[in-house]
């Protein structure tokens, strides 16, 4: 029997990227909010340089429910599953993958949210892939550009702004959508390396600019500049100048006094009222404990698996498939960033890459999206390339060697003590459309231990994004050549399995029969249930998707809080 706890206006479940946001335009609007996290406070004393604890050994066990549920994965329905990842890409912790993240925050291009209409117009219906389910979003860049601006200055982003209210700046992004102001701040320093790759760009007739990231890049909000100490892939900030949600928006909230955080509390189902079909609440377990917390409205926003997770296991009468799944969509549309794809190139000269982070480098948008013209090529789509300072000793010594010399013994051991500071793995995004045949559901046989069935993804990258993919690794080859490469090694396309860029599954749109929630986020069958993060989010775009993901959480709590008579 559960512990009946006081009503409050909303429950969110996930403090992480998303819910860490939108707490704070609730609390600021008058909103009672209990925010209820699977794992717990961290600071700065948990954030050690250890490439161990943090690549390897995913943090905390204590705080880490994600790898007690890590999903199962299946290319398709009649084929095998795929080797179980040993981490989940995702951490549970207040601030969520916001405290281990790379911290890039992109938005996505105008394009991006006209794929159907766009291609429509320029190419003909006949280049929308076979198969695919991709819509239009219900609006377009101008109706999210003011949402992208409150959290890059909330949680605080670096970068250099390529098209402000139209005004083109070569130094920028010239590709991105019309913006109304700077960053911030301007963005990390390059490198040495970056430099040069950004040299060879301009002599290639490309367009590099710096990349946007949720660093400080200067002392922002009380909190020192980034001192480029090398651990921030999948490492934390000993001196937090990475602006994850619990050092940035979560605090604000706090501070208002109309937040509570509830940390270890693990979700086990969103309650809903069979008469009216409305949630009335969250059940969770905590120290052994069942609590249900009562709330007149609940947004979830743990992650696009648990999202979908969550939805599918709260079965009741009224939706005996899971809650807001009685048309079937819960799981559709799912898409990951083809990524895997990439490019190790080797250098005949030291590229200096120790201190870093992967959030420093230069990129290249002259091939993603439709930023090229595709009359001639056989797909849609195309990618973002981005050539960054990351390296640590394990990863180091793991390099390929490229044929050049054994992989294991004395020759192996000379050549990673020549090479180990000569090679660079270029970070490609791509654009990934979402399919019939790609989707998210129940494990029928894998469980948690508490019984519960993990999230089980059946789901292959099609013709359309393997040929993205080998294009843009092409292009990436003649940027590595141009600037001096002696080898370059390409990358299998790799699978759709458990990613950090994970979308789909709850989609976004007007229409009720092929989407979850409607334009503002909300269920179509759910009135009161408010879904936030890339789970909503219709197409991935060549970039990651954080930042376009608390832009909309931002919109969503925004909405409900104005609407907040309507809404209850």
Same mark, same amino acid.
Not at 366 to 388: E, P, R
């Given at each position: 029997?559960?512990? =009946?706890?006081?009503?409050?206006?909303?429950?969110?479940?996930?403090?992480?990227?998303?819910?860490?946001?939108?707490? *704070?335009?609730?609390?600021?609007?008058?909103?009672?909010?209990?925010?209820?996290?699977?794992?717990?406070?961290?600071?700065?004393?948990?954030?050690?340089?250890?490439? &161990?604890?943090?690549?390897?050994?995913? #943090?905390?066990?204590?705080?880490?429910?994600?790898?007690?549920?890590?999903?199962?994965?299946?290319? =398709?329905?009649?084929?095998?599953?795929?080797?179980?990842?040993? *981490?989940?890409?995702?951490?549970?912790?207040?601030?969520?993958?916001? *405290?281990?993240?790379?911290?890039?925050?992109?938005?996505?291009?105008?394009?991006?949210?006209?794929?159907?209409?766009?291609?429509?117009?320029?190419? $003909?219906?006949?280049?929308? !892939?076979?198969?695919?389910?991709?819509? /239009? #979003?219900?609006? $377009? +860049?101008?109706?999210?550009?003011?949402?992208?601006?409150?959290?890059?200055?909330?949680?605080?982003?670096?970068?250099?702004?390529?098209? &402000?209210?139209?005004?083109?700046?070569?130094?920028?992004? &010239?590709?991105?959508?019309?913006?109304?102001?700077?960053?911030?701040?301007?963005?990390?320093?390059?490198?040495?390396?970056?430099?040069?790759?950004?040299?060879?760009?301009?002599?290639?007739?490309?367009?590099?600019?710096?990349?946007?990231?949720?660093? =400080?890049?200067?002392?922002?909000?009380?909190?020192? $500049?980034?001192?480029?100490?090398?651990?921030?892939?999948?490492?934390?900030?000993?001196?937090?100048?990475?602006?994850?949600?619990?050092?940035?928006?979560?605090?604000?909230?706090?501070?208002?006094?109309?937040?509570?955080?509830? /940390?270890?509390?693990?979700?086990?189902?969103?309650?809903?009222?069979?008469?009216?079909?409305?949630?009335?609440?969250?059940?969770?377990?905590?120290?052994?404990?069942?609590?249900?917390?009562?709330? /007149?409205?609940?947004?979830?926003?743990?992650?696009?698996?648990?999202?979908?997770?969550?939805?599918?296991?709260?079965?009741?009468?009224?939706? !005996?498939?899971? *809650?807001?799944?009685? =048309?079937?969509?819960?799981?559709?549309?799912?898409?990951?960033?083809?990524?895997?794809?990439?490019?190790?190139?080797?250098?005949?000269?030291?590229?200096?890459?120790?201190?870093?982070?992967?959030?420093?480098?230069?990129?290249?948008?002259?091939?993603?999206?439709?930023?090229?013209?595709?009359?001639?090529?056989?797909?849609?789509?195309?990618?973002?390339? %981005?050539?960054?300072?990351?390296?640590?000793?394990?990863?180091?010594?793991?390099?390929?060697?490229?044929?050049?010399?054994?992989?294991?013994?004395?020759?192996?051991?000379?050549?990673?003590?020549?090479?180990?500071?000569?090679?660079?793995?270029?970070?490609?995004?791509?654009?990934?459309? !979402?399919?019939?045949?790609?989707?998210? /559901?129940?494990?029928?046989?894998?469980?948690?231990?508490?019984?519960?069935?993990?999230?089980?993804?059946?789901?292959?990258?099609?013709?359309?994004?393997?040929?993205?993919?080998?294009?843009?690794?092409?292009?990436?080859?003649?940027?590595?050549?141009?600037?001096?490469?002696?080898?370059?090694?390409?990358?299998?396309?790799?699978?759709?399995?458990?990613?950090?860029?994970?979308?789909?599954?709850?989609?976004?749109?007007?229409?009720?029969?092929?989407?979850?929630?409607?334009?503002?986020?909300?269920?179509?069958?759910?009135?009161? +249930?408010?879904?936030? $993060?890339?789970?909503?989010?219709?197409?991935?775009?060549?970039?990651?998707?954080?930042?376009?993901?608390?832009?909309?959480? #931002?919109?969503?709590?925004?909405?409900?809080?104005?609407? %907040?008579?309507?809404?209850?």
């Amino acid at each position: 029997m559960a512990t =009946n706890l006081k009503k409050t206006d909303v429950v969110v479940i996930g403090l992480g990227a998303v819910g860490g946001v939108a707490v *704070l335009p609730l609390a600021r609007a008058g909103c009672e909010v209990i925010g209820l996290e699977a794992g717990t406070w961290l600071d700065t004393k948990d954030f050690a340089a250890d490439e &161990i604890s943090n690549n390897f050994r995913g #943090w905390p066990k204590s705080v880490q429910k994600a790898n007690r549920e890590i999903p199962t994965h299946r290319a =398709n329905e009649k084929a095998p599953y795929s080797p179980r990842f040993p *981490l989940h890409p995702m951490m549970n912790a207040v601030g969520g993958t916001s *405290l281990h993240y790379w911290a890039q925050s992109w938005r996505l291009n105008p394009w991006d949210f006209k794929v159907v209409s766009e291609t429509t117009k320029r190419y $003909g219906a006949s280049r929308i !892939p076979k198969g695919s389910t991709v819509e /239009d #979003w219900p609006f $377009g +860049l101008e109706e999210l550009e003011s949402y992208y601006d409150k959290v890059e200055y909330e949680v605080g982003v670096s970068g250099k702004a390529g098209n &402000i209210n139209g005004s083109i700046d070569p130094a920028g992004n &010239i590709f991105e959508g019309s913006r109304k102001r700077e960053f911030p701040m301007p963005p990390l320093r390059g490198t040495e390396f970056t430099e040069r790759m950004g040299a060879v760009a301009r002599k290639l007739g490309w367009a590099p600019f710096p990349g946007p990231a949720a660093i =400080n890049s200067q002392v922002y909000d009380d909190r020192p $500049g980034c001192v480029y100490h090398g651990y921030c892939n999948r490492g934390g900030c000993h001196i937090n100048a990475k602006n994850s949600t619990t050092v940035s928006t979560i605090p604000r909230a706090q501070k208002t006094g109309r937040l509570k955080v509830v /940390d270890q509390a693990h979700v086990i189902r969103i309650e809903v009222d069979e008469r009216t079909a409305r949630t009335t609440g969250v059940t969770y377990l905590k120290g052994g404990v069942e609590y249900f917390q009562p709330a /007149d409205v609940v947004l979830l926003g743990s992650y696009t698996y648990e999202n979908v997770r969550l939805l599918l296991m709260s079965k009741s009468k009224a939706f !005996p498939n899971g *809650l807001a799944n009685n =048309n079937g969509q819960v799981g559709r549309h799912y898409m990951t960033h083809n990524t895997g794809s990439v490019l190790t190139a080797l250098f005949p000269y030291d590229i200096n890459a120790w201190y870093g982070m992967p959030a420093q480098g230069v990129a290249v948008d002259n091939y993603a999206d439709d930023n090229f013209d595709h009359s001639k090529l056989d797909f849609i789509g195309g990618g973002n390339m %981005w050539v960054y300072s990351d390296r640590r000793p394990i990863v180091a010594a793991s390099m390929s060697t490229f044929g050049k010399a054994p992989t294991w013994g004395a020759g192996w051991k000379s050549f990673i003590r020549q090479n180990a500071d000569r090679w660079n793995l270029a970070y490609m995004q791509k654009t990934t459309l !979402p399919y019939e045949d790609n989707y998210l /559901d129940l494990d029928p046989t894998v469980k948690d231990p508490l019984g519960n069935p993990v999230t089980r993804i059946t789901a292959d990258f099609k013709d359309n994004e393997k040929r993205v993919g080998a294009y843009m690794q092409d292009r990436m080859t003649q940027w590595f050549n141009e600037a001096g490469a002696i080898a370059v090694e390409r990358g299998p396309a790799g699978t759709m399995g458990p990613s950090t860029h994970a979308y789909g599954g709850t989609r976004m749109g007007d229409n009720k029969a092929t989407n979850v929630v409607n334009r503002w986020g909300f269920a179509h069958e759910v009135p009161n +249930l408010g879904i936030i $993060g890339a789970s909503v989010m219709g197409t991935s775009g060549s970039h990651n998707p954080t930042l376009t993901a608390q832009a909309l959480a #931002w919109r969503t709590a925004e909405y409900l809080s104005k609407s %907040w008579k309507s809404m209850v």
